[in-house]
C-alpha cells in the first residue's frame, strides 16, 4: 500500500544567463561540474565522505548516476531526520545540501522525517539514551520539521535556481507506514533476516554496551527500522541510495544487508561529514550546542554572525560544504582572501549564501540589518527595523509600550522603563554619560524627545545604560 505523503515538488524554470559582471551564469558553472561527474565533484568538496559498499556490486555507484555507462536516470536518494527537536539545525544542514546537490543534478530526493523511530531514539554517536518523547510532542515535532524543509527546499529552488531541470524534492513521514503494523506481523516478516552478530557488531552498539548506561532494547531495535525505511523506500520509490551523517553507517549498513537479503538488488549508502565545535563537539540538541534552522530558536542574524565568526583555517572548507558556488570561485575568494584579509570576504560570502538559503533573501537583509545596527551604530538600520528584528537583536532586553505625552524629557522615558533607579542616582547616570538613545549619548535629564532623533521612524528608541543593558521602547499615539 502506497503511504500517504507530504510532497513538495520543484522544478527550476529556465531562468536565462543572469550572473555577476565577469563570472559565469551558475548553471554553466555547474555544467562544468556535471560533467566530471557528481560523486567526484561532491569528494573533492568534502561533503561526501564515505560510500558504502565501494565494490564488488553489479552495478557500481558511480554507475548509478552516468547516463553514458547505462545508468537509470533519475535515481532516487533519501535522507531521514528524526523529529527529536521542532526544528533543524546547523548539524543537518550537509545531509539536506547533499540532497540539494543529486536534486540539481536531475535526481529525485526525499527527506524522510522520522515520526515512528523518534520515538525509539537514535543511538549512533551518542553515549547515552536519549530523552523519552511521547507520541503527542514526536507528532508536533514531525509536523514543524516537515514545514521547516519543505521551507528550506522553496528557497533553495527560489534563490539557487540554475537553468536546469532539477529532480523532485519529497517530504515523507515514515509513521505513515508502521502505524499501522501489527508488532508480532512486523517482527515474524522483517526480524528473522537480521542476525544478531552483525547487528552487535555495529560501532555504534559497541560502544555503547561497553558503556556504564548499556543500550535498551528499544535503541538497539533502531538499525533495523531504519533499514527497513530503506526498503520500503527501495519497493514504492526506486530509491537505491541513502544518504547520512558519518556516525550513520552502521544504520546504513544494516539496510543494504536486508534489501539485498530479500531482493538481490544492491543498494548504497553515502555518508556526509559531522559539523563539530571547536571543541570537537558534535554540534546538536545534546550537545546542547545547536544553532537552530527556525528563526523562533535562532535568529537570522545569530545564524549569520555564526558562519561570519569561523575563522580563517575553516572557512574555506566550510565554502565548499555549505554553498554551491563552484570549486573555482572559491580559490578565487581565497585569493581575495589573501591580498585583503582585514575584509573577511569569504566570511561574509559563507554567511550570506547560508542565511539565504535558510532564511530567504529578507533574512539576509535582516542579518546585515542588525550587524549594521548593532556593530556599525547604524541609525539608518535602527530605523527599519522592526519590533520582532529589536526582539532578537537584543533577546536580554525589555520592551515597553510607551505613551509619548508632550514634553517627555530623557528622565521621564528612562524611568518609565525602569531603565535607571528613582532619585539623584539615576539623575547622575544620565549627567555622567552612561546612557544612549539610539546610539547617541545623552547628557541632559531634561531634554525633551525629538521624534526623529530620540523617536525613530518607525516609532522606536533604544536605550542603553551602560554598556550591556538595553531597553527597547515603542511609543503610542505618536
Known amino acids: 500500500m502506497a503511504a500517504p505523503m507530504l510532497r513538495c515538488i520543484y522544478r527550476s524554470p529556465w531562468l536565462g544567463t543572469q550572473g555577476l559582471s565577469g563570472v559565469l551564469p551558475l548553471g554553466l558553472r555547474e555544467a562544468h561540474s556535471a560533467a566530471q561527474g557528481l560523486l567526484a565533484v561532491q569528494k573533492a568538496r568534502g561533503l561526501f565522505k564515505e560510500f558504502f559498499p565501494e ?3 553489479k552495478t557500481e555507484l558511480p554507475e548509478l548516476f552516468d547516463r553514458g555507462t547505462g545508468g537509470k536516470f533519475p535515481q532516487t536518494i533519501y535522507c531521514g531526520f528524526d523529529p527529536t527537536a521542532d526544528s533543524l539545525h546547523v548539524g543537518h544542514l550537509l545531509a539536506l545540501l547533499g540532497l540539494f546537490h543529486f536534486q540539481r543534478a536531475g535526481h529525485n530526493v526525499i527527506a524522510l522525517v522520522g515520526g515512528a523511530t523518534a520515538r525509539l531514539g537514535d543511538p549512533s554517536g551518542h553515549t547515552k539514551e536519549r530523552e523519552a518523547l511521547d507520541a503527542e510532542r514526536v507528532h508536533s515535532n514531525a509536523r514543524a520539521l516537515s514545514q521547516g524543509l519543505k521551507a528550506l527546499a522553496a528557497n533553495h529552488q527560489q534563490l539557487f535556481a540554475n537553468g536546469r531541470t532539477w529532480g523532485s524534492f519529497t517530504v515523507l513521514d515514515n509513521s505513515a ?10 517482527l515474524a516478516a522483517v526480524a528473522g533476516h537480521f542476525r544478531m552478530g552483525t547487528l552487535l557488531s555495529r560501532l555504534s552498539v559497541q560502544a555503547r554496551l561497553k558503556s556504564s548506561e548499556g543500550m535498551s532494547l528499544a535503541e538497539f531495535l533502531y538499525q533495523v527500522l531504519q533499514a527497513y525505511d530503506f526498503y520500503y523506500l527501495f519497493q514504492h520509490y526506486g530509491c537505491r541510495v541513502q544518504l547520512g551523517g558519518s556516525d550513520q553507517l552502521g544504520n546504513i549498513m544494516s539496510g543494504y544487508e536486508f534489501i539485498h537479503k530479500l531482493t538481490g538488488e544492491d543498494v548504497f549508502g553515502i555518508s556526509v561529514p559531522l559539523i563539530t565545535s571547536t571543541t570537537g563537539a558534535k554540534l546538536g540538541k545534546s550537545a546542547g550546542n545547536a544553532v537552530w534552522l527556525n528563526r523562533d530558536k535562532t535568529s537570522p542574524f545569530e545564524l549569520y554572525q555564526f558562519f561570519l565568526r569561523q575563522p580563517d583555517d575553516l572557512v574555506e572548507r566550510y565554502l565548499k560544504l555549505f554553498t554551491f558556488l563552484p570549486l573555482p570561485e572559491i580559490d578565487h575568494i ?15 560570502r559563507l554567511a550570506a549564501e547560508v542565511t539565504k538559503l535558510v532564511h530567504g533573501q529578507e533574512g539576509l537583509a535582516s542579518a546585515k540589518r542588525c550587524t549594521q545596527a548593532l556593530y556599525h551604530s547604524s541609525i539608518d538600520a535602527l ?3 522592526s519590533d520582532q528584528e529589536l526582539k532578537e537583536l537584543f533577546k536580554e532586553a525589555s520592551f515597553s509600550e510607551l505613551v509619548l505625552d508632550p514634553g517627555t524629557s530623557v528622565l521621564d522615558t528612562c524611568r518609565k522603563a525602569n531603565a535607571i533607579p528613582d532619585g539623584p542616582r539615576g539623575y547622575r547616570m544620565i549627567t555622567e554619560g552612561g546612557v544612549s538613545i539610539n546610539h547617541r549619548q545623552v547628557t541632559n535629564p531634561e531634554s525633551v524627545l525629538v521624534v526623529g532623533q530620540h523617536i525613530l521612524k518607525n516609532g522606536l528608541s533604544l536605550l542603553k545604560i551602560g554598556k550591556r543593558n538595553f531597553y527597547i521602547i515603542k511609543w503610542l499615539r505618536l
Open 383 to 385: 530605523e527599519v527595523m
Open 55 to 57: 565494490r564488488g556490486t
Open 334 to 348: 581565497m585569493q581575495l582572501h589573501v591580498t585583503e584579509p582585514e575584509k573577511r570576504g569569504p566570511q561574509k
Open 177 to 186: 507506514w508502521y502505524q499501522k503494523q501489527d508488532l508480532v506481523d512486523f
